[in-house]
Structure formats: C-alpha cells, structure tokens
C-alpha cells in the first residue's frame, strides 16, 4: 500500500469511528432519556387527550430531561473527537453531522420506548380514562408535527461547543507550563 493511500484510510477509519461511537451514544442516550422520564397523566374527554394537571412545567419535562442530556453527552464526544489532532475540517464536518445523526436516533429510541400517542389512543376511548403521555419534543397538541422541535440541536449543539473548546484550549490549556 502507498503512503498516499495509507494518509487516506487512517483517517477515514478515524471518521467512521467518530460516527459509529456518536450514534451508538445516541441510542444509548435515547434508552436513559425514556428510562429517567415519568409519563405525564392524562385524560380522555370527548376523543381528546389532556394533561392532568395542565401546565407547561408537565407538557415540557421530556423535552428539557432531553435537553439536559444531550448538550453534555454531545460536549463530551466531541471533546473525546478532537483529542487527537489532523484534518480538522474533516472531524468538524463529521462531528456535526455524526451528532446531528445521534440526536434523531435519541428521539426515536426513546420515543418508540415510550407510551404511544395518547391522542390516538383517547379517540376511541370512553371519557375520563386514565391515559399516559407519550415521549416527545413538542407539546402535546394534536396535529403535532413530531420532528419539529428545536431540542434536535441540543446533541448538535453541544458538539460543537466541545469541538471549539478543544481546538481553541487545545493542549495548551490543558498541559503544564515549562517555568523556563
């Protein structure tokens, strides 16, 4: 094999690595996210679902549990990423990608681990059943698009962040400093 080939698959190994570890990290993240969340109740009345109790602190407790792990896990994957130096523009392009990747395969994990659609399921139910609310990252109103939510760039988001830091700190914010 030629050096030139050989400067090409490292880092291509190296890229798809990064990729393989981000999406395995956003199933993982997607199982802990359905496993840390409390369904919210609800009720049917009249084919509808509805919070019992009402409020935007019970509508939104998925999305900021979701929030709150998916900016930390994308710093720290992207900082573990940027470790090692060389071709940086191509480990931005696929840090971003890779964790943009990871943030919907943690939304359809834990969504799809999670109670089903409570509007679905009190449209045929009788009023005043008990009914559980569904994963999701948006509120829970009826002909909610299920993708649109701006919590999908938390993983993104804090990829970046980690990314940046790395490059800018770098090993000289980490490493001792010769007095000499």
Same mark, same amino acid.
């Given at each position: 094999? =030629? &050096?030139?080939?050989?400067?090409?698959?490292?880092? %291509?190994?190296?890229?798809?690595?990064?990729?393989?570890?981000?999406?395995?990290?956003?199933?993982?993240?997607?199982?802990?996210?359905?496993? +840390?969340?409390?369904?919210?109740?609800?009720? /049917?009345?009249?084919?509808?679902?509805? +919070? *019992?109790?009402?409020?935007?602190?019970?509508?939104? *407790?998925?999305? $900021?549990?979701?929030?709150?792990?998916?900016?930390?896990?994308?710093?720290?994957?992207?900082?573990?990423?940027?470790?090692?130096?060389?071709? *940086?523009?191509?480990?931005? %392009?696929?840090? +971003?990608?890779?964790?943009?990747?990871?943030?919907?395969?943690?939304?359809?994990?834990?969504?799809?681990?999670?109670? /089903? &659609?409570?509007?679905? %399921?009190?449209?045929?139910?009788? &009023?005043?059943?008990?009914?559980?609310?569904?994963?999701?990252?948006? $509120? #829970?109103?009826?002909?909610?698009? #299920?993708?649109?939510?701006?919590? +999908?760039?938390?993983?993104?988001?804090?990829?970046?962040? @980690?990314?940046? @830091?790395?490059?800018? %700190?770098?090993?000289?914010?980490?490493?001792?400093? =010769?007095?000499?």
């Amino acid at each position: 094999m =030629s &050096d030139a080939a050989g400067d090409r698959v490292g880092p %291509l190994v190296r890229l798809a690595v990064v990729v393989a570890v981000f999406l395995a990290a956003g199933a993982a993240a997607g199982v802990l996210w359905e496993r +840390l969340w409390d369904a919210p109740a609800g009720l /049917s009345f009249e084919g509808e679902w509805f +919070l *019992e109790p009402a409020g935007p602190d019970v509508a939104f *407790e998925g999305i $900021a549990l979701f929030v709150l792990i998916a900016f930390p896990l994308g710093v720290v994957l992207a900082v573990l990423a940027g470790l090692r130096r060389g071709h *940086e523009v191509a480990t931005v %392009l696929t840090v +971003l990608v890779a964790a943009s990747l990871a943030g919907v395969l943690m939304y359809a994990v834990g969504s799809s681990l999670g109670p /089903s &659609d409570p509007q679905a %399921l009190a449209a045929g139910a009788p &009023d005043y059943t008990a009914i559980p609310g569904d994963l999701g990252l948006n $509120a #829970p109103d009826r002909d909610r698009v #299920p993708y649109r939510s701006t919590a +999908l760039v938390a993983l993104p988001a804090g990829a970046m962040t @980690g990314l940046v @830091g790395m490059y800018l %700190l770098g090993n000289r914010g980490l490493a001792k400093r =010769s007095h000499g």
